[in-house]
């Protein structure tokens, strides 16, 4: 078709209306729903933090549709939410003193919660939480387990158990996005959705289109270049087509204008280029991750990582743990994906064995100019960039940054720490008529 030319609950201080600063481009402080936070581990853990299932739910439907995917099963889906959200609870021993795993449940969530616990035949005296200062109730949520079974959130830390009380805790294991990711892509309760299933022609691009969903047009571009045995070396490039045919104005464009638009994209490869491709000249995109797999090789897949983490600015600070992880990528134990590769690496308390480099490291100070800028790195000196854009409360455009950095990184000159904060002023957006429409849905 185409020619040549990618659990841990805070006890008692979870509130509704909680804000939280979430630093993202261009984004200081937002109110936390599933539906506002970006699709990031960040994001994630913001939402968890709530412990609300329909805030979880939300947030679950987002990242569905990112993948052009769908709850086919709503009960099924409203089982799986709560193992991600927080609310997974269980009833310990009666007479238990504290929690024999996880933590106990807060307080707006306890009577609901201790409902869903009850014994099958158990019904309760008091339908309502019975909330106060006990000396003989456990802190915090419990059940009158020893009574009738009546919901009790006892606000006393020094309330100990008379015997007759069964503590509600929540499940000890915390999840991340990847866990959540991997988890959908499995279950048989998840569908594709129209991205993954529209026919490969205008009628479907149409369909398409009407969606206004970046997730559900990236799968229908990779499926368009795939018929036509293509493969993807830039996958940042490949999302920045797939958001110009995702926004408002995504119906008035065509199947015949994608179709010209990516035979010219210098980001697409026929498949016979890829042969012969190893884990140290793979495109970094999601088929590159995908061609390293198939060779089912430890040693290229470690490469390939390596050069994962080189392009973040990241480096291995334990060669033994990355080893551990290779076979899981490789193919020799699991194939997952690039995305799901790059939550892990970003996992600060889930990856110990990756380290910063000095563009994430280095002062922001002459000295720290100075050290990243003799790394002669694009990569270097970018997020450098953004960490000085960042301290100065500076929203910089992505293009106008990725100009920048080669004038500063060594790649065509370098100058000075000063003069870099006084590009990035420079650089400062001008308000426009549309600031604050709302962004494509993702």
């Known amino acids: 078709m185409f020619a040549r030319v990618a659990i841990s609950i805070s006890t008692f201080a979870v509130a509704a209306g909680l804000q939280h600063s979430l630093l993202g481009e261009g984004v200081s402080s937002i109110h936390v ?18 412990k609300s299932d329909k805030e979880m739910k939300a947030f679950t439907h987002r990242v569905l ?31 238990a003193a504290h929690c024999d795993g996880g933590e106990t449940i807060p307080e ?9 616990l009850l014994p099958a035949g158990a019904t309760q005296g008091r339908m309502t939480l019975q909330a106060g200062s006990y000396g003989s109730v456990p802190a915090g949520c419990s059940v009158q387990s020893g009574g009738d079974w009546a919901a009790h959130y006892n606000n006393n830390l020094d309330g100990h158990n008379n015997g007759g009380y069964s503590l509600v805790c929540s499940e000890p294991l915390k999840k991340t996005l990847a866990d959540m990711k991997l988890e959908l892509r499995r279950a ?48 940042k490039a490949l999302d920045t087509l797939v958001r110009v045919y995702s926004n408002n104005l995504a119906t008035q464009r065509s199947f015949a204008g ?54 973040e600015a990241r480096t291995v600070q334990d060669d033994a743990a990355l080893s551990g992880i290779v076979p899981f990528y490789s193919g020799v134990s699991a194939v997952q994906s690039l995305r799901f590769l790059q939550a892990e690496i970003r996992n600060k308390e889930g990856s110990p064995w990756v380290g910063l480099d000095v563009g994430r490291t280095a002062p922001l100070s002459e000295e720290g100019y100075v050290a990243v800028a003799g790394r002669r790195s694009n990569v270097q000196m970018k997020e450098f960039v953004r960490r000085v854009a960042s301290a100065n409360y500076m929203a910089v455009d992505t293009g106008a940054m990725n100009g920048l950095v080669p004038y500063h990184s060594g790649k065509i000159s370098t100058q000075n720490f000063d003069k870099l904060v006084h590009d990035l002023e420079q650089m400062k957006p001008q308000p426009s008529s549309d600031e604050g429409a709302d962004a494509p849905e993702e």
């Open 188 to 235: 048989s309760w998840v569908a594709d959705g129209i991205g993954r299933s529209a026919q490969l022609s205008e009628d479907g691009f149409q369909k398409v289109s009407q969606e206004r969903s970046v997730g559900h047009m990236r799968a229908y571009v990779r499926r368009l270049l795939e018929s036509a045995q293509l493969k993807i070396t830039d996958d």
């Open 108 to 116: 707006r969530l306890c009577l609901e919660l201790a409902q869903r």
């Open 33 to 50: 729903t599933g539906d506002s936070v970006p699709l990031s581990e960040e994001g994630f853990q913001h939402v968890a933090e709530l």
């Open 258 to 311: 994608l179709t010209q638009e990516l035979k010219l994209a210098s980001w697409v490869a026929p498949l016979g280029d890829w042969q012969g491709l190893s884990g140290a000249t793979a495109p970094i995109s999601e088929d590159g991750y995908q061609l390293v797999a198939r060779l089912r090789s430890n040693d290229e897949m470690k490469v390939f990582i390596q050069r994962v983490l080189a392009s």
């Open 65 to 95: 549709m990112s993948e052009a995917r769908y709850a086919a099963d709503q009960g099924r889906l409203n089982g799986f939410v709560p193992f991600y959200s927080g609310t997974q609870a269980h009833l310990t021993h009666k007479g």
